[in-house]
């Protein structure tokens, strides 16, 4: 069963200090990994598609990369417009194109 | 721009009323989801449907159904709601196939007393 697990389940972060986020998943073949950002109230927008491992996609302070186990969402000197929640997804190759979410990794950055 | 608009923002209902929450996509896509999020659980599957009449079970679909009777509309049914029901529903399009982005409505929170 395809699965994907977040950690931690809530980060606090002072403007400035950079951190990463860690999704672990397990599917059957990997079709393609997702980052998304949640706003309180609103549907998740969408971020990054990773496919293989070794990938990395940037935005602005954020970095996502790609192994075979993991996923890790790098941060570097947030804001606190970066304040949200992080949300992980897999899609496998098998199930069409059912997508599988983590719980999420709740941010909070202080000015 | 892409849109996909949920009907009702916020709904109250009580134990064992019919519940239909509505959810139009203006982008011509063939893929549509009805995921279920709480606090904790993240993001949870009902009911995908990859083609108009066309439906499969996600992970969690007992208490609900589908109707995807045109391309851009899909409705989520609770037959008899429950208070175990009370939740954030979000529906989803999935965009161009070879990036996998789903794009999401707004949500519907619906409290089933």
């Known amino acids: 069963e395809d699965q994907v697990t977040q950690s931690p389940e809530a980060l606090r972060l002072q403007e400035g200090e950079s951190s990463s986020l860690n999704c672990s998943y397990t599917v059957s073949g990997l079709r393609g990994l997702f980052w998304y950002r949640q706003d309180p109230g609103k549907g998740p927008e969408f971020l990054f598609t990773l496919y293989s491992a070794g990938e990395e996609k940037e935005k602005e302070r954020l970095k996502a990369t790609l192994t075979k186990k993991e996923s890790f969402l790098h941060i570097t000197a947030p804001k606190p417009e970066d304040s949200a929640t992080y949300l992980c997804?897999?899609?496998?190759?098998?199930?069409?194109?059912?997508?599988?979410f983590g719980a999420g990794t709740r941010l909070f950055v202080k000015a | 721009d892409v849109k996909v608009t949920q009907s009702s923002r916020y709904l109250v209902k009580r134990t064992g009323e019919k519940v239909f929450l509505e959810c139009v996509q203006d982008?011509?896509?063939?893929?549509m989801f009805w995921y279920r999020q709480d606090p904790g659980l993240g993001l949870r599957l009902i009911y995908f449907s990859y083609d108009v009449k066309m439906k499969e079970k996600g992970d969690i679909p007992e208490g609900y159904s589908v109707s995807r009777e045109k391309k851009e509309r899909f409705s989520l049914i609770l037959e008899s709601a429950s208070t175990n029901q009370t939740s954030m529903y979000l529906c989803a399009s999935l965009g161009a196939a070879n990036t996998g982005e789903l794009f999401f409505g707004e949500g519907s929170r619906l409290t089933v007393l």
């Open positions: 997804a897999v899609q496998g190759d098998t199930g069409g194109f059912k997508t599988i």
């Open positions: 982008m011509d896509h063939e893929n």
